[in-house]
Structures are given as structure tokens and as C-alpha cells.
């Protein structure tokens, strides 16, 4: 029988070398967590392991809270193919575009809207780049200037309610997804605030880096412009509203308020006359898709945490952080540091999934709020959407552009580097004012 005695300190060191080793060398991220949790409790407690990791593994998959997943995805995929996003840039285009840099602006506030009805990372930013970046090269926009726009604007997506991050943090951290998702309504549209005033100051000063587009909405009488906005913005407002609005008021669960939400972008896109057979059916296997890979995530992480926390790594990194100079502050900074570069390497799926576990706790000794400390968790791996060389942001924006644009990798990482600063500010001022996270939640009605 195996059974070998292996330190705390040393099983910490070897789980996590040899989980940034193999994601490093390419290989899938649950297989490699799944694995190494596998190998190493066989190794530690023989193979009466595998019936504590069969536990850990269903309680994982058969949490009702995770239902919501393949809900919100789908309700994502489906919006994304109601064409809502084309007339609401146009209408944006319309009211925005005469400024310099309002066609910037317009993108992150699509992008802002997106986020609250598709909230999926890979579809927000394919759309904005698709719909916004030939529109904003035509007009002569600096490249850098219009690839941070749209990845910056699409990377809202998992911080703006309703969002798949906060579905899988609420379990793995025992908060509510409800308190989640209002905590985050805030901080994602201070970020969207702070992108936009960026964008206006530097092209307030530096009037070259996005001219204005003319007079192309001159001839278009006031009241047509306004129908068009309002039509292109009710219904995705309404769809917001019954999924967040029953959550608020206490109607409905995240669980049922997801389904309630896939429901109502099935019927827009109905309304739209964009529900076709093959629609549906690309929608379903899209979201069966991206289940099936979250959840061998899942799987591979309940595996990995199940055998660390046994074995005592989760008092090592506790002990390693409280340890730091600074008091409660220095071990806050240096969580949200490893937090930062955790994000440069590993999907965020496997940070939520392994991290948090861990850190929740370590939260809880340093008496900070539950809620705040998973809202600056949840905005610091905002940065790891547009910080290489993992940057999901990014390649989706490189694999959408098309060549004759000219659009660089260089081009898009020097255009998201002020964005890093921006959600840095973001983070000092949620430390500085905590009600930023915490006010809509005590507003909520249980």
C-alpha cells in the first residue's frame, strides 16, 4: 500500500510547481489539476484517497448553484446572435461619433451593455472587434487607442453581473451569488466610467489619436436618433432587469432568475427574427461546449484542493501570508499580488476554483468583510484578460481583426497597458471606499 509521509511545506511546493510547470508546457488545465491531486494523494494516503477525492468530485458537479452556468451562456449566445449589439454601436455611432475619441467611448460603453446580457468573455470581445474596430480604423482612430477600447470594454464581461465568475466564486467562497452579483454592479461601471474618462482626456490632449467623424449624423433629425437608441437599448434593459431585478428583489434565486434570463433571450431573439433552427442548435452546442470544458476544470480542482487542504498546504500558504511584514495589509497586498500573477499564467477558472478555497479563509482571519475581499479578488483578475502571456482579451481581439487592418499583437498589448493602471486606481479606490461593493448589497431585499 502507498502511503508516504511527505511535509506540508513540501507538498505545497511540489503541487503548485508542477501545476504551473504543465499549464506552462500547454496541457489542458483540469486534466493537469485533476492529476496531480490524484497522484499525489495516492502517494500520501494510498488509495482509500480516491474515495474521499469521488466525494469531494460529486459534491462539485451536482451544486445546484451551478446550474446557472450553462443558463447564463446560453442566454449569452443567444444575445449575441439577436444582432442587438449592431444597432445600439450604430445608434451610439450616431449620438458619439461627431467627438473625438466618441467612437472609443461608444465601444466601452457597448461593451459595458454586453456585459450585462452576454457575459462571456470570447463573445464580447469578438463582437466589439467585429462591429467597432473597422469602424473606428476607417475614421483614422489610433490602433493602440482602438484595441484597448475593445478589450478593455470586453473584458467586463466577467465582472459585470450576471457573470459565470461569480456563479463558481459564490460556492467555492459560501457567499450568496445574489449579495455577489449586486456587489459587483458598482465596481464594474466605476471601471467603465474610468475607461471613458481616459479615453476623453487623452483625446482631449492628443486630438490625433481619434478624430472626430465628421458630419455623418447631421442630416439625422434629433427625434430619429433618439428612437434609435431607445429601441436598440430597451431590450436588453429588460432583459437585465428580469434576470437582476428578481435577484434584488428577492423573486427569484440566481439559479431561476439564469433560466428566466435564457428564456428571454431565446424570445428576442425571436422578436429580432433571428431564431432559426440552426441558431438554436449552434447555440446549444456552443454552451454545451463551454460547460463541458468549465466543468473538467471543476472536476480537476475539487481533485487538487480535496488532497491540498488535507494534507496541510492550505495552513502553509496561510501561515506564509499572515507572516508578512505590515500587519493585515501587507498579507492583503501580497494575496492580491499572487492573485495578479497567478492570472498572467493560469486560466481564472482554475484561480477561483484552487484559490479560493485558500484564501476565503485567509480573508476571515484578517476580519475583512467576505463580500469586499471577494469583490477586489474578482476586479484584480479583471487584469489577467489583458496582461500576457495568457490575456484571453487579447488573442481573441488578434484572431477577429482581419489582416488588412494591421492590427499587431504589439499594437493591442501597448493599447491595454493604461488599462492595467485604470483597474489598479479601480482597486485603491474600493480599499478607500469600501461602500463601492458593499452599498447595493445591504439595499437588497431577502
Known amino acids: 500500500m502507498i502511503d508516504i509521509e511527505i511535509q506540508a511545506e513540501l507538498l505545497t511546493v511540489l503541487m503548485f510547481g508542477l501545476l504551473i510547470l504543465f499549464v506552462l508546457l500547454g496541457y489542458p488545465l483540469g486534466f493537469v489539476l485533476g492529476g496531480i491531486g490524484l497522484i499525489m494523494g495516492v502517494i500520501t494516503n494510498g488509495w482509500s484517497m480516491t474515495e474521499i477525492v469521488y466525494l469531494r468530485m460529486f459534491g462539485a458537479i451536482t451544486e445546484y448553484t451551478f446550474l446557472a452556468v450553462p443558463l447564463f451562456i446560453l442566454m449569452g449566445l443567444m444575445m449575441e446572435r439577436s444582432g442587438v449589439s449592431d444597432g445600439l454601436f450604430e445608434a451610439l455611432h450616431l449620438w458619439l461619433g461627431r467627438f473625438s475619441g466618441g467612437l472609443a467611448i461608444a465601444t466601452v460603453l ?15 470581445v469578438t463582437m466589439l472587434g467585429l462591429i467597432a474596430m473597422p469602424a473606428m480604423l476607417k475614421r483614422g482612430y489610433s490602433r493602440e487607442l482602438a484595441s484597448g477600447a475593445v478589450c478593455a470594454g470586453g473584458s467586463l464581461g466577467i465582472l459585470i453581473p450576471p457573470s459565470v465568475m461569480l456563479v463558481l466564486y459564490g460556492p467555492m467562497a459560501n457567499i450568496s451569488v445574489g449579495q455577489l452579483f449586486m456587489a459587483a454592479f458598482i465596481p464594474g461601471f466605476m471601471l467603465s466610467a474610468l475607461y471613458c474618462t481616459y479615453i476623453a482626456i487623452s483625446c482631449l490632449i492628443n486630438p490625433k489619436l481619434a478624430p472626430p467623424a465628421g458630419d455623418e449624423a447631421k442630416g439625422i433629425p434629433f427625434l430619429v436618433k433618439t428612437r434609435m437608441l431607445v429601441t436598440s437599448l430597451v431590450p436588453p434593459m429588460i432583459l437585465i432587469l428580469a434576470v437582476l431585478g428578481s435577484i434584488f428583489f428577492g423573486v427569484a434565486a440566481p439559479t431561476e432568475a439564469a433560466a428566466v434570463g435564457a428564456l428571454a433571450s431565446i424570445l428576442m431573439c425571436a422578436a429580432y427574427r433571428k431564431l432559426t433552427l440552426r441558431a438554436l442548435r449552434e447555440s446549444l452546442h456552443g454552451m454545451v461546449r463551454v460547460v463541458g470544458m468549465a466543468f473538467v476544470v471543476v472536476i480537476g480542482a475539487a481533485i487538487f484542493t480535496s488532497v491540498f487542504i488535507k494534507e496541510g498546504g492550505a495552513n502553509v500558504v496561510k501561515d506564509l501570508i499572515l507572516a508578512a511584514p505590515g500587519g493585515r495589509w501587507g498579507s492583503f497586498f501580497l494575496i492580491m499580488f499572487i492573485t495578479f500573477i497567478l492570472g498572467m499564467f493560469i486560466d481564472w477558472i482554475g484561480i477561483i476554483l484552487v ?33 500576457p502571456p495568457l490575456a484571453y482579451a487579447i488573442f481573441f481581439l488578434q484572431g477577429t481583426v482581419k489582416p488588412e487592418m494591421g492590427i499587431t499583437t504589439a499594437h493591442i498589448i501597448r493599447g491595454v497597458l493604461p488599462y492595467i493602471g485604470l483597474i489598479t486606481i479601480g482597486l485603491l479606490l474600493m480599499i478607500r471606499f469600501p461602500q463601492i461593493a458593499l452599498w447595493l448589497p445591504s439595499r437588497m431585499i431577502s
Open 110 to 124: 457597448l461593451g459595458t451593455l454586453l456585459a450585462a446580457t452576454v457575459g462571456v468573455i470570447a463573445a464580447s
Open 355 to 387: 484559490m479560493i478555497p485558500i484564501m476565503a479563509p485567509i480573508g476571515q482571519a484578517l476580519d475583512f468583510d467576505p463580500l469586499w475581499f471577494a469583490m477586489m479578488l474578482i476586479v484584480n483578475l479583471q487584469l489577467s484578460f489583458i496582461t
